[in-house]
């Protein structure tokens, strides 16, 4: 190659190489808009779509409880059973979830030999792709039967409790039964983020906290749970997140009841995603727009649970 | 920039006591599991004698039971901080236990269950002609529409989702790839419900209520496939050396050509791996297909853009809201065959990753 | 094929911060210039900007002239990326492309820009390059094996043939012994006195004795002082700069007494 000019040569070729760097750029930036097009298309013709049936609702659609949107003329809907389904399944799932995975975070970092570690995470990792229908068969076909004569126990002896309270539903097709589901779906989850958070804290904080004469469980309380608190938090937000928005699992296993109810082992309640689900081949009339606005209430609580928690886990990074 | 990639801590070893004149004197190291031993068979015995016997309560009881005693004899024989760090571990272990539980009982389960109507001729029949308690019928239109959706949801995801990630990695900075940074992790979380009302909504608008066919239901898919394929690329393309990259430069080769040429094959190992994951998670989604594709398909449909198109997890559903025996059997197949198929997945994703990854001799 | 190197009043920004300040000097074709200097004084820096490789890293200008044989590689219809064709570079750390065979990676700079080569002249360029880097009897019965299967000293070496095989006017070494063990170190070194027939070889090390073995101009730079821009000291045919320097900061430094 004799260029003795650089620019001369480099012209002709500049063009043409130009042009590749310039249209693939171009192609990147673009797909990374088109996901942007994406999220705003989404929330976009949801709220379209909702339009129709929010306008023509005799109902307070945020207060009434009722379902009554499959006709052409004067529906009325309303959201507040199901919100409070989604948000009470999905915190019974984060209750019973969180201190568990917790726990198998611990586990894997800190007690189980290094070998069997890596296989245990894998383990947890196989739970999570579990598809969630799996996870509803399961529940409905194996998990109910077992559940039924516990729940007839818990209400022999907690029966007190309010939301304990009988008469126990014989087919343990209860909330309690979707909230345990729920909470063994968002266990992985939440698992992963916790361990990932444990594994960052640095070699020497728990050198520090061991030199100071702390048993394991001290080390882990002085060094570990500190500095891993945001990726908690975060960890079950994201759980909480997936818990809201779950759909199969709720929708197969639960008897369901629009009514506002705390008695968790009684048959019903109902969640937005699972009545979506299981309205949706029936819907007639005004029932598709009716439910894509209550998809649209879904979409904002787990949109605002999910910035949150997204702000939670980047919060932790900028200070780690 | 360097590949940072944390390795797994030492395994913390507790501290020894350093004056065991000072009366702590540590529980031998075969205690606690005889002790678990000895609490296992104890409850074993008494709930047999007292006709509870049920594995559940057996093993509730053990953990609960071996959780008194070894605090109780750790305080007494070593000192209050040593019981409670007993505790802690006996607590973090039966954690695990817990955890094992719904995976081992839930692979058993769809094992036996399934295997009992998973054959030939479940794999290669539709449910065309079948009535729901008819002792006929199989999943091959569910697996087909399946395979299909998939597979034009990959087409569509892989590559906005790798030049996605290709922006973010090697040409973004400033706002905008803040906002897609951002925008992408909340999407991740959109419920797989609304990415299905989503474009029940998108369709409704072009083509008129009430219609569903397999590539709405792809669509919905690749709404859902997107983030997930776009995260797990980005990753793997922050993993390529910066040193590639201006070694390529430095032969005067441009931008482009770098990415395509040293970037994109150096870490194709593990974009296709994490390719295949994100296909193994949308694979299994339900709710949006239901939205999308139909649930009442019953015939072998190959055309993705007329007509309902079943697949493989709206199988199980439907075939479970129908509610009879045989059909429970053929859900439990169905969920087999979607397992498998996820497992397999799985582990071609391993494969590629172990074949494709740069040789090193 | 050699040229000549022409910098004058060459300024070096990150963004808003002056990170190498004035820098003027002429490197001679066919000869060595070692650049020496503490850490942190700007002298890999400087030297990324002699084939515009600074430019990858996002903010990084510079104000001045180089010229290349009298033309200025900065002129704006100079393409970076032509520039970087016409002067070579060997990095600290040896960077084989592990995708590729020992093979490929020499006609890497062909492969990756399309360029089609017949198989007889792919052939004769591989060996060719190899033979350059003194690499060839090493590697001549396993050339379709990974280029990461090499010896550190080995990949760097290939890493000289690839970067000789576009057949560039210039080469620049960024430390590249810095990773390798003394006899490796030895290899290239003496694979530098051969290459000098050839080229213009700039050379940064750490190491004042190889500056003294292998280069015949030898350029000290230095900090102005804590937050301040790096600059050059002193430029001077490297018997001098090692015996009888002109400024007092050089001798400090080649005598060992900071840095």
Redesign the interface.
Known sequence: ???????T???A??QR??L??V???A??????????A??A??AA??I??SFDSLAANQANFLTSSEWDANTREEPSFGVAALAFGTVLAAAIALVLAT??A???A?????????RI??I?GY??D??A??????????G????VV?LAP?YAWLETYFGWIPLFAGPVSTTGRTMLSAGIVLA?MI?PII?AMTRDVF???P?SH?EAA?AL????????RMAVLPFGRPGIIGGAM?GL??A?????AV??ILSPSLVISWFLLQSGNQTI?AH??LQ??EATGYG?SA??AA?LV??AI??A???V??FVVSRRKEFA | MSATK?S?????V??RP?APSLGAKPLPALFPPTLLAGVALVAAGLLYALGWWNP?VWAIVTAVGYMVLITAASALIENR??A??RL??A??????G???V??V??LW??LS?GLVRLDGYFLTVSMNGVTPSMDAGGAYHAILGTLLMTLMAALISV???L??A???V???QGR??R??T??????????????G??V???W??LFG?GKTNGAAGAISLS?LM??VV?RSCEEMLRLVPNELREASYALGV????T??KVVLPTAIAGLTTGVM?AL??V?????PL??TAG??AVAINANLFEGQMMSL??F??SQ?RMGGVIN?ER??AG?LT??II?MLL?LAARLVSHFFAPKTR | ?AKRIDVSGLHVYYGDFLAVEDVSMTIEPRSVTAFIGSSGCGKSTFLRTLNRMHEVTPGARVEGKVL??D?D?Y?P???P???R??VGMVFQRPNPFPTMSIYDNVIAGYKLNNRRLRKSEADEIVERSLRGANLWEEVKDRLDRPGASLSGGQQQRLCIARAIA??PSVLLMDEPCSALDPISTLAIEDLISQLKENYTIVIVTHNMQQAARVSDVTAFFNLAGTGKPGKLIEIGETNKIFTKPEKKETENYITGRFG
């Open positions: 190659m004799t260029t003795t000019d650089l620019s040569t480099g012209r070729q500049r190489r130009r590749g760097d249209l693939f750029a192609g990147a930036q673009g797909s990374g808009i088109l996901i942007l994406i999220l298309g989404v013709f949801l379209l779509q201190p568990v917790i726990g198998i611990l586990f894997i970092v800190f007690y189980a030999p290094r570690a890596a245990l383990l947890v196989l739970l792709a579990i598809p969630s229908v799996v996870y509803g068969l399961w409905i076909g194996w998990l077992q516990f063994v266990l698992t594994l960052q804290v070699q728990r061991l004469g702390a048993t394991r469980w001290e080390m882990i994201l997140g997936r809201l928005g779950e759909t199969m929708a197969m995603a979506i689900a949706y081949p598709v439910l894509i998809g879904l979409f787990t949109l649970v999910n910035m928690a997204r | 944390l797994a801590p030492e395994k913390t507790p501290p350093l559940a901080r040593k409670k760090d802690v571990t607590i973090v272990y039966t954690c695990f817990i955890a094992m719904p995976l009982s839930l389960t769809v269950k590559p906005i989702g030049m996605t290709i922006y973010l090697e040409y973004g905008l790839k906002a897609i951002f925008f992408v992790d909340v999407m991740t979380g959109i419920p797989s419900i609304v990415a009302l989503f029940v909504a998108l409704i608008l209520p709404v997107i983030p776009v441009p931008k482009w050509l990415v395509v994951l193994a998670r694979i299994g989604e339900t709710a239901i939205l649930s009442s997890p709206v199980i559903y479970v429970y859900a439990w969920a979607l397992i996820v799985f | 094929m290349l044989d033309q590689i002129a219809d100079v393409d990326v032509e520039v064709r016409e576009v057949e």
